[in-house]
Structure formats: structure tokens, C-alpha cells
């Protein structure tokens, strides 16, 4: 699954640089996270950088995006050829 940033967000700006895959970006309000780019930090690290720097804890999984652990490291993967191109 993508992670989703909900309506608890405070806008305090510390999720966007954490993000491996600049995937998180501010919205009309607060901030949001493209669900094409995000693959919980499978590939960079062991837990998604954004869940564990939020202050108040707005960023669940999004159950509109459910992805296995195998289909993120596909993202992964498709995003960094990506880069590289």
C-alpha cells in the first residue's frame, strides 16, 4: 500500500524531505503523497521515513492503494530505472 496523509496533518514540513522518492508534496491544503511514487520506503529503508518523523501521526496506509511488499519493490524499482534514464 501507498501511504495517504490525512486531514490531522499541521503542515510542519518535516515529511516532504524524508521522502526517498519525492513523492510527498503540498497539496491545495495540506500535504499529500503520490500514490505512484510512494512505496513505503521499500528499497531505501526498513519503515517509511514519513510515518516516523510525524509529529501527530497522519500517515496511515491508504487502503485505496493496497500493495504487497513484492508489487513496492516493483514500483521501487521501475522509479529508480526511471532516474536513471
Known sequence: MSLIITDE???CDVCEPE??????????DIYVI???KCTEC???FDEPQCQQVCPVECIPRDPQHAE????LM????????????
Do not use: W
Not at 68 to 71: D, F, G, L, S, V
Open 19 to 28: 521522502c526517498p522518492n519525492d513523492a510527498i508534496s503540498m497539496g491545495p
Open 34 to 36: 503520490d500514490p505512484n
Open 9 to 11: 496533518c499541521i503542515n
Open 68 to 71: 504487497t511488499p513484492e508489487q
Open 74 to 85: 516493483v514500483k521501487y524499482r521501475a522509479l529508480q530505472a526511471a532516474k536513471g534514464a
Open 42 to 44: 521499500v528499497g531505501h
